[in-house]
């Protein structure tokens, strides 16, 4: 197999960059993610009681 020019070298950096962060570590969430403030999210985790 040869290797990459440097063009496309340039050309898949540049196209990562532009992904979102989920996309370009491979781990996209199909379901597009949650736009809630993590704030809540944490408190409302910290009140509900253990088992």
């Keep these: ?3 990459p020019t440097d063009d496309l070298r ?4 540049e196209h990562v960059q532009q ?3 989920e996309t370009a570590l491979g781990n996209a969430d199909p379901a597009g993610g949650s736009t809630d403030d993590p704030e809540i999210m944490d408190q409302a985790a910290r009140e509900e009681p253990q088992s």
């Design 1 to 3: 197999m040869s290797e």
């Design 10 to 13: 340039e050309r898949a950096r």
């Design 19 to 21: 992904m979102p962060a």
